[in-house]
């Protein structure tokens, strides 16, 4: 018996659905499934620490063949492996034996037992976690096995989820601070507030009563500001100030906020701009699109999609939806109602104090936005 956390057996679990029904329903933004497109998978592709796995999905059974994938990603069956079929029912019944874990195990660290252990060795899966470089958890084949291999991520909500912005310092953004100057004891007074889920927002209140304005200035980083402006070249005042709201008035929620920027119109724009054409909505979801298919904060994003073609869904009833590129509407949709704000670390991601850089004091706020658990 060994343990294994329950984000792992998320993405474990998806894979045994996957393979044990041979199809899967399209999600739609309300994240139910789409009962008129159910797309048929022909093959699931997984990497481990010895190489690829390929899962050939057959009417009663899946064969295994284990592998080789190149750079280009070319896959070519090792000579001395012989191929290994499996009765599909197999995973079906592992994946029950997953989802039984993941309700009722309470805590992050779940045991699994002798049976599970002994399929998860029969089909050899040893890294419950794939291991790749392009950040899918697996590729999957639709129609037919010699269709393109689609990558996904897997986010279960029976499980904590990766989050979609992974705040980090790359995501800091920096508010100025104006008004009256402070004195060094002043800002040692603000920045000793004690620590409390709401210690931003005290600090950058205590920053106003003293008659100190903060106002957007940049992106911390480099190469997020670069990826922000991508999305539009006033996104990062847009983000910086959903950011700030989410701290002083407690709103998470994508959709909410989103109504908040709406009347408080930080870019300026005209009224029907906003209304008619729902601008802010718009930048909104093409930045949440961007975040699903590959968008980081340190890495140079150019507007081609990265080798993360959608993501698959375990709800809290242990369905598994598809969200893919290709229905980019529906898929928007989604991530704009079902994600929201967080709060990171502030120590390990260093904001939500005042900071001096050349003579002038900056407080950081932290972009992160993950889905919601319902």
């Not at 197999?90 to 009722?104: I, K, P, Q, T």
């Not at 950040?135 to 010699?146: I, Q, S």
């Not at 897997?154 to 989050?163: A, G, H, I, Q, W």
């Not at 300026?268 to 601008?279: C, G, N």
Request: aromatic share 10%; proline share 4%; with cysteine.
């Amino acid at each position: 018996m060994f343990t294994a956390t329950k984000r792992e057996l998320g993405e474990v679990y998806a894979f045994f659905r996957l393979l044990a029904d041979g199809c899967v329903y399209m999600g739609t933004p309300d994240a139910l499934r789409d009962e008129n497109a159910c797309w048929r998978i022909a093959l699931v592709q997984r990497e481990e620490h010895d190489g690829t796995r390929r899962y050939y999905i057959e009417e009663e059974h899946v064969c295994m063949v284990a592998g080789e994938t190149d750079r280009n990603g070319v896959f070519t069956p090792k000579a001395e492996s012989e191929p290994e079929r499996f009765p599909r029912v197999d995973f079906g019944e592992a994946a029950h034996m997953v989802l039984d874990l993941l309700r009722s195990v309470s805590g992050e660290e779940v045991e699994v037992p002798d049976a599970l252990e002994g399929f998860l060795d029969a089909v050899r899966i040893y890294d419950l976690e794939a291991k790749t470089d392009d950040r899918t958890d697996f590729k999957v084949a639709f129609w037919h096995a010699d269709a393109p291999l689609a990558g996904f991520n897997v986010r279960c909500r029976l499980s904590p989820m990766n989050p979609l912005l992974d705040g980090g310092r790359a995501a800091n953004l920096k508010l100025e601070q104006t008004g009256v100057k402070f004195a060094v004891p002043t800002v040692n007074k603000i920045n000793a507030l004690p620590e409390s889920s709401t210690e931003v927002a005290e600090r950058m209140r205590m920053i106003e009563r003293l008659g100190g304005v903060l106002k957007y200035s940049d992106v911390a980083d480099r190469v997020f500001r670069c990826n922000l402006l991508m999305i539009d070249l006033h996104f990062p005042r847009m983000l910086a100030e959903m950011v700030r709201l989410m701290h002083l008035e407690g709103i998470t929620r994508v959709p909410e906020l989103t109504e908040r920027i709406k009347e408080i119109n930080p870019l300026k724009i005209k009224d029907e701009l906003i209304q008619k054409h729902r601008f802010y909505e718009y930048k909104m979801k093409q930045f949440l699109l961007a975040l699903a298919l590959g968008m980081r904060p340190a890495k140079i994003f150019n507007g081609t999609d990265s080798a993360v073609e959608g993501m698959l869904l375990v709800d809290g009833q242990g369905e598994v939806l598809c969200y893919h590129q290709s229905r980019r509407r529906e898929f928007a949709d989604f991530l704009y109602q079902n994600s929201r704000f967080e709060k990171g670390p502030l120590e390990k991601d260093k904001y939500g104090f005042l900071e001096r850089e050349n003579g002038t004091w900056y407080f950081k706020l932290n972009a992160k936005i993950g889905l919601v658990k319902r």
